[in-house]
Protein backbone atom coordinates (compact mmCIF):
# COMPACT_ATOMS: atom_id res chain seq x y z
CA UNK A 1 0.00 0.00 0.00
CA UNK A 2 0.94 3.80 -1.17
CA UNK A 3 0.49 6.59 1.05
CA UNK A 4 -1.13 8.10 -2.34
CA UNK A 5 -3.87 5.67 -1.68
CA UNK A 6 -4.40 6.43 2.10
CA UNK A 7 -5.51 9.64 0.96
CA UNK A 8 -9.30 9.85 -0.01
CA UNK A 9 -10.20 10.73 -3.39
CA UNK A 10 -11.26 14.60 -2.69
CA UNK A 11 -8.51 15.42 -0.65
CA UNK A 12 -5.80 13.85 -3.29
CA UNK A 13 -5.95 17.13 -5.36
CA UNK A 14 -5.47 19.00 -2.61
CA UNK A 15 -2.41 16.54 -1.64
CA UNK A 16 -0.89 16.90 -4.68
CA UNK A 17 -0.98 20.51 -4.96
CA UNK A 18 0.27 21.16 -1.35
CA UNK A 19 3.24 18.88 -2.10
CA UNK A 20 3.91 20.63 -5.46
CA UNK A 21 3.94 23.88 -3.07
CA UNK A 22 6.08 22.17 -0.95
CA UNK A 23 8.69 21.26 -3.61
CA UNK A 24 8.97 24.60 -4.48
CA UNK A 25 8.86 26.44 -1.60
CA UNK A 26 11.61 24.90 0.16
CA UNK A 27 14.42 25.77 -2.45
CA UNK A 28 12.79 29.38 -1.87
CA UNK A 29 12.87 29.24 1.66
CA UNK A 30 16.29 27.41 1.94
CA UNK A 31 17.34 30.58 -0.62
CA UNK A 32 15.59 32.97 1.49
CA UNK A 33 17.32 31.76 4.75
CA UNK A 34 20.75 31.47 3.13
CA UNK A 35 20.26 34.79 1.97
CA UNK A 36 19.34 36.43 4.85
CA UNK A 37 22.52 34.77 6.66
CA UNK A 38 24.44 36.87 3.95
CA UNK A 39 22.69 40.19 4.58
CA UNK A 40 23.24 39.66 8.21
CA UNK A 41 26.97 39.61 7.66
CA UNK A 42 26.95 41.90 5.82
CA UNK A 43 24.81 44.63 7.85
CA UNK A 44 27.03 43.17 11.07
CA UNK A 45 30.42 43.95 8.28
CA UNK A 46 28.63 47.41 7.99
CA UNK A 47 28.27 47.86 12.00
CA UNK A 48 31.83 47.05 12.75
CA UNK A 49 33.36 49.03 10.20
CA UNK A 50 31.27 52.21 11.60
CA UNK A 51 32.13 51.52 14.91
CA UNK A 52 35.87 51.05 13.96
CA UNK A 53 35.89 54.62 12.22
CA UNK A 54 33.63 56.01 14.75
CA UNK A 55 36.42 55.48 17.28
CA UNK A 56 38.69 56.60 15.28
CA UNK A 57 36.82 59.93 14.85
CA UNK A 58 36.55 59.97 18.54
CA UNK A 59 40.69 59.15 19.17
CA UNK A 60 41.24 62.04 17.00
CA UNK A 61 38.88 64.46 18.20
CA UNK A 62 40.25 63.27 21.38
CA UNK A 63 43.61 64.41 20.42
CA UNK A 64 42.98 67.59 19.01
CA UNK A 65 40.98 68.27 22.30
CA UNK A 66 44.31 67.75 24.33
CA UNK A 67 46.11 70.15 21.84
CA UNK A 68 43.61 72.40 22.30
CA UNK A 69 44.32 72.27 25.82
CA UNK A 70 47.90 71.76 25.66
CA UNK A 71 47.83 75.28 23.78
CA UNK A 72 45.77 77.28 26.10
CA UNK A 73 47.34 76.20 28.77
CA UNK A 74 50.90 77.38 27.67
CA UNK A 75 49.21 80.45 26.64
CA UNK A 76 47.45 80.83 30.12
CA UNK A 77 51.33 80.45 31.30
CA UNK A 78 52.83 83.11 29.02
CA UNK A 79 49.87 85.56 30.02
CA UNK A 80 50.51 84.81 33.58
CA UNK A 81 54.28 85.52 33.40
CA UNK A 82 53.41 88.76 31.44
CA UNK A 83 51.16 90.01 34.15
CA UNK A 84 52.95 89.25 36.97
CA UNK A 85 56.21 91.01 35.05
CA UNK A 86 53.80 94.46 34.55
CA UNK A 87 52.40 93.91 38.61
CA UNK A 88 56.32 93.65 39.18
CA UNK A 89 56.56 97.18 37.06
CA UNK A 90 53.77 99.04 38.39
CA UNK A 91 54.97 97.98 42.17
CA UNK A 92 58.24 99.18 41.40
CA UNK A 93 57.03 102.57 40.05
CA UNK A 94 55.00 103.19 42.52
CA UNK A 95 57.36 102.58 45.64
CA UNK A 96 59.65 105.26 43.46
CA UNK A 97 56.88 107.30 43.04
CA UNK A 98 56.11 106.97 47.04
CA UNK A 99 59.86 107.16 48.04
CA UNK A 100 59.50 110.96 45.74
CA UNK A 101 56.33 111.85 47.08
CA UNK A 102 58.09 111.00 51.02
CA UNK A 103 61.37 113.33 49.99
CA UNK A 104 59.58 115.46 48.85
CA UNK A 105 57.37 115.92 52.30
CA UNK A 106 60.20 116.16 54.04
CA UNK A 107 62.02 118.20 52.15
CA UNK A 108 64.84 116.32 51.31
CA UNK A 109 64.09 117.05 47.73
CA UNK A 110 62.86 120.23 46.19
CA UNK A 111 61.80 120.60 42.71
CA UNK A 112 62.44 123.89 40.93
CA UNK A 113 61.74 125.12 37.63
CA UNK A 114 64.54 127.44 35.30
CA UNK A 115 62.48 130.55 34.83
CA UNK A 116 62.87 131.86 31.30
CA UNK A 117 64.89 135.33 31.41
CA UNK A 118 64.65 137.15 28.04
CA UNK A 119 67.13 139.36 27.41
CA UNK A 120 65.32 142.39 25.43
CA UNK A 121 67.96 142.99 23.02
CA UNK A 122 68.34 139.82 21.16
CA UNK A 123 65.39 137.72 22.62
CA UNK A 124 67.59 135.30 23.68
CA UNK A 125 66.95 133.15 27.29
CA UNK A 126 70.53 131.79 27.29
CA UNK A 127 73.42 133.52 29.20
CA UNK A 128 76.70 133.51 27.36
CA UNK A 129 78.37 131.98 30.49
CA UNK A 130 77.01 129.23 32.36
CA UNK A 131 77.68 129.23 36.41
CA UNK A 132 79.78 126.95 37.90
CA UNK A 133 78.52 123.29 39.26
CA UNK A 134 74.95 124.10 37.19
CA UNK A 135 74.08 122.15 33.79
CA UNK A 136 71.05 124.39 33.07
CA UNK A 137 71.50 127.50 31.50
CA UNK A 138 70.19 129.95 33.27
CA UNK A 139 70.43 131.10 36.91
CA UNK A 140 66.85 131.45 37.68
CA UNK A 141 65.42 128.94 39.32
CA UNK A 142 61.74 129.23 41.14
CA UNK A 143 61.16 126.52 43.54
CA UNK A 144 57.97 125.09 44.03
CA UNK A 145 55.49 124.98 46.59
CA UNK A 146 55.17 121.11 48.63
CA UNK A 147 51.79 120.38 47.61
CA UNK A 148 52.00 121.50 44.09
CA UNK A 149 55.33 119.27 43.64
CA UNK A 150 52.95 116.53 44.91
CA UNK A 151 50.56 117.33 42.75
CA UNK A 152 52.79 117.08 40.09
CA UNK A 153 54.28 114.08 41.15
CA UNK A 154 50.95 112.30 41.56
CA UNK A 155 50.26 113.23 38.31
CA UNK A 156 52.98 112.10 36.29
CA UNK A 157 52.47 108.64 38.72
CA UNK A 158 48.97 108.28 37.10
CA UNK A 159 50.44 108.78 34.20
CA UNK A 160 53.44 106.02 34.44
CA UNK A 161 50.41 103.77 35.53
CA UNK A 162 48.61 104.08 32.80
CA UNK A 163 51.73 103.53 30.59
CA UNK A 164 52.42 100.70 32.61
CA UNK A 165 48.89 99.20 32.02
CA UNK A 166 48.59 100.72 28.29
CA UNK A 167 52.15 98.12 27.83
CA UNK A 168 50.35 95.43 29.51
CA UNK A 169 46.89 95.61 27.29
CA UNK A 170 49.40 95.57 24.20
CA UNK A 171 51.48 92.42 25.40
CA UNK A 172 48.30 90.96 26.16
CA UNK A 173 46.87 92.01 22.79
CA UNK A 174 49.90 90.68 21.13
CA UNK A 175 50.08 87.05 22.84
CA UNK A 176 46.36 86.46 22.50
CA UNK A 177 46.21 87.25 18.89
CA UNK A 178 49.69 85.76 17.64
CA UNK A 179 48.62 82.21 19.35
CA UNK A 180 45.83 81.36 17.44
Known amino acids: MRLFDLIPPQY ?7 LMMMLAVGPAALAWTAQGWRYGQHLERQARL ?12 AAQQRNEQDKRFALEQRLQDKDETHYKELTDEQTKQ ?6 LATADLRLSVVLAVTDATNNCSLQATTATGRVVHGT ?3 QLDRAHAQRIIGITDAGDQGLIALRACQAYAKEVSTSK
Open 140 to 142: TRA
Open 98 to 103: ARLRDR
Open 12 to 18: RLVAVSM
Open 50 to 61: HADTLGELSRAA
